[in-house]
């Protein structure tokens, strides 16, 4: 085999036996050797909620009469910031990430994970937690599933940063990709505990309860051994799993034992883990990660998956050479569950990202020692000024000072300071008081200075260019209908580092979400409506559907390339009134055929309750004819119904005209055969005539020639009757034409205008 070949048959990797005690606990070690950050960061904290007067301050004020004051100014200027974030919030958005017809798919699931950001509460937990990344340094966003099945299935909670502990070691990667673990620790009821893990119900409960009823009166004997007979299972260190023997029954008594060893033996302090007076106990969900080496194939278009030899499709496509395997270097996530020193459970990760569900949000971290700040550390000098000055100005304004020889007053001094202070004093002399021998003086000269006055007012605005909340010119720029647009700008350039962090952390927020709706959707034929909008109408996405004639599915969400980017434009309603006013401003200059067009625009801009009813009116009323193109469209339709009249008038006086002309041409043909028939009878009755009196006919044909008539030529053209001779001028031929010669007998047929019968 050639170097560069990969054995596709090596064996995989062991699996891994889990977290062990040891392990955790040099863990819990190196948690305590971290830089004391904590504490500061708690301080920091307690200067936001306006807790800014320590014991020492307050009994020094008290012994010199002067009096506390506090004026709170961190609070409303991490408010204002805050305020900056709600107007600047992005949406998510799923976009493919190069696949091909994938559109379709990332619409679908981009509806999905709004509807995650909405029902998981995630817009709220990364507020709270830009609140903590602002002001503290860090935050922390839970992103899993939600154990309550009667909840919503997802969840985004803003977890507090003492419960967070993370591997110091790891790289400043803001995704913590190389950490080798995440620890949080929470205190919860025992009760609640053994519910959570019933198969070690009496672990918790004796050990909640500092084994009261298990540990012996004294500490020399009654303990186990570690030595069994064959009736006995073997009790191993704990975190291993205890495997009987065979034909042994195992019993929880080697079990607590071993685990009661190990508490008495482990560096986990009592105190971190237990409280028996409240009955709780602190369990500590630890997300760790385990490497290997391991064989991996690489797509052409990107993917990458671990090699699997049970697959036949890894293993054809290895075959065939369409990829190639690797060797890499991957780490897995998994899920260990400890009471102090004892290990409840240890799984592979939950969720199929194989990623810490732990989001952090960090704004500034110390170059040399990786500790976290916010702005709050910066702000605390300037909040410790303004009290003191305040608090000197109060003390001043109040103050009273007193000349006296001794034995002026009659009074002591402790009373005589009490009554000079009071509003009301009254103050007796000495009889023997005389103002060349004595002298009682009581001076109020107090006045506020221009220097502290403004050193108070440099202090004021010093937090405020710290959080780069703008100065004085903000407020005169009330005035403009673009105010609030400048000041998003100008908040958003004064931290742009801390926006930026903060974008990238919700942005981890939203592929988290994804992957576990991904993950769920997988598989399962789904149909998602579109909501549309003012440009397209609503429409159904199949996802996951079954394609005829093929082993694939159409819009397969777990072959389709998907991320998450965040809307180009801030979704806050603020934000949105702040574009209603610049729309509005450009609306009204826009002339009247393209406001039809940009108002359902304008729609989307306002709070209204039916929003999206009122654009779909919209759109339908604009759809709908002016009161020109509906005259328009009458006159046409009444055109159109006059000309489609016409046709049918014209189309019936066609028909009528049709009938007419057939009755005529029968009248005609009717007339015709009438007249045709009275011809032959009446030219019948003229033959009759002629041959009864020949002399007859040369005055008939003289009659009719002196009528204007004109015998027909060639003369007749019947068949049956005979050629007619000539006819000559009377003067030439005084004898009259007559017909051939008789027929010699009626069975010879018509040879002349004679016929058989008399009746034919």
């Keep these: 085999m050639a170097d560069n070949d990969v054995d596709t048959a090596a064996p995989k990797p062991e699996p891994t036996p889990g977290l062990t005690l040891a392990q955790f606990e040099d863990w819990h070690k190196e948690i305590k050797e971290q830089p004391p950050w904590r504490s500061a960061t708690d301080r920091v904290a307690d200067y936001f909620d306006g807790n800014q007067l320590d014991s020492d301050i307050l009994r020094k004020q008290q012994s010199i009469g002067m009096p506390p004051a506090i004026e709170p100014l961190m609070g409303p200027a991490l408010a204002y910031i805050c305020g900056q974030e709600a107007k600047l919030r992005r949406d998510f958005r799923i976009v493919p990430a190069g696949d091909k017809g994938g559109d379709d798919v990332a619409e679908a699931i981009n509806i999905k994970l709004n509807e995650a950001e909405r029902h998981a509460k995630a817009d709220k937990a990364c507020s709270n937690a830009f609140r903590a990344q602002a002001g503290l340094g860090v935050g922390w966003v839970e992103v899993s599933r939600n154990p309550d099945p009667f909840m919503y299935r997802y969840r985004a909670l803003d977890v507090h940063r003492n419960e967070i502990f993370y591997d110091w070691k790891g790289t400043r990667d803001p995704d913590m990709h190389d950490h080798r673990y995440l620890i949080r620790r929470r205190w919860t009821d025992k009760e ?32 186990s051994t570690g030595l069994h007979m064959s009736t006995g299972a073997v009790a191993p260190s704990y975190g291993a799993v205890t495997t009987p023997l065979p034909g042994d029954t195992q019993t929880s008594y080697p079990m607590l034992s071993s685990a009661y060893q190990s508490e008495r033996g482990s560096s986990i302090e009592e105190q971190e883990w237990r409280d028996s007076a409240n009955k709780r106990v602190a369990l500590f969900e630890v997300w760790y990660r385990v490497w290997s080496r391991v064989l991996i194939l690489r797509s052409p278009d990107g993917r990458v998956v671990e090699y699997d030899q049970a697959n036949e499709v890894h293993v054809t496509a290895v075959a065939q050479g369409l990829v190639k395997p690797e060797y890499a270097v ?66 001043g304004l109040s103050a009273v000072r007193t000349v006296r020889t001794e034995g002026a007053t009659v009074d002591d001094d402790n009373t005589l300071r009490r009554e000079v202070a009071r509003s009301d004093a009254d103050i007796v002399l000495t009889k023997n008081f005389t103002k060349d021998q004595h002298v009682f003086k009581v001076e109020r000269d107090f006045q506020l200075t221009d220097q502290q006055s403004n050193m108070l007012n440099d202090s004021r605005e010093g937090i405020k260019r710290v959080g780069a909340m703008g100065g004085p010119e903000a407020t005169q720029q009330q005035a403009s209908p673009f105010a ?81 980017e965040l809307e180009d434009v801030p979704a806050s309603s603020s934000y949105r009134g702040q574009q209603l006013n610049v729309f509005g401003e450009a609306y009204k200059s826009t002339p009247t055929e393209f406001q039809k067009v940009l108002f359902p625009y304008m729609l989307t801009l306002m709070d209204l309750p039916n929003r999206d009813e009122a654009i779909k009116a919209v759109r339908e009323a604009s759809s709908q004819p002016t ?134």
């Design 330 to 395: 991957i780490s897995k996530v998994r899920l260990s569950w400890w009471l102090g020193p004892h290990k409840l459970s240890d799984e592979p990760c939950p969720y199929a990202h194989n990623r810490i569900p732990y989001v952090p949000f960090w704004n500034r971290r110390e170059d040399r020692t990786g500790v976290p700040y916010g702005l709050g550390r910066a702000w605390i000098y300037l909040q410790d000024t303004v009290n003191a000055t305040l608090s000197k100005l109060r003390w």
């Design 192 to 223: 609640q505990a053994k519910l959570l893990f019933p198969d070690k119900t009496e672990l918790i409960e004796k050990a909640a309860t500092g084994w009261q009823s298990f540990e012996q009166f004294t500490n020399d004997g009654g303990h």
């Design 484 to 564: 609030n647009a400048d000041l998003v700008h100008q908040a958003s350039l004064g931290q742009g580092e801390l926006f930026d962090n903060f974008q990238g952390s919700r942005t981890e927020v939203g592929e988290l979400l994804t992957s576990m709706i991904i993950e769920d959707m997988s598989g399962v034929e789904t149909t998602v409506m579109t909501k549309g909008d003012v440009s397209k109408a609503p429409r159904e996405i199949r996802l996951n559907a079954p394609t005829p004639g093929a082993a694939y599915l159409t819009n397969d969400v777990a072959r389709t390339r998907l991320k998450v």
């Design 627 to 760: 009161e020109e193109q509906i005259q328009q469209r009458i006159e046409e339709a009444v055109k159109k119904a006059l000309m489609e009249s016409d046709a049918d008038f014209r189309m019936k006086e066609l028909v009528e005209d049709a009938r007419v002309n057939d009755a005529k041409i029968k009248k005609l043909t009717a007339d015709a055969v009438a007249k045709n028939t009275e011809a032959s009878f009446e030219a019948m009755q003229a033959a009759g005539v002629v041959i009864a009196a020949p002399q007859a006919a040369p005055v008939a044909d003289e009659i009719m020639r002196g009528a204007g008539h004109t015998a027909p030529a060639p003369g007749a053209t019947s068949p049956n009757i005979a050629a007619v001779a000539p006819q000559v001028p009377a003067e030439a031929n005084p004898v009259p034409v007559t017909p051939g010669t008789h027929p010699s007998s009626p069975a010879s047929g018509m040879t002349g205008i004679e016929t058989p019968r008399l009746n034919d």
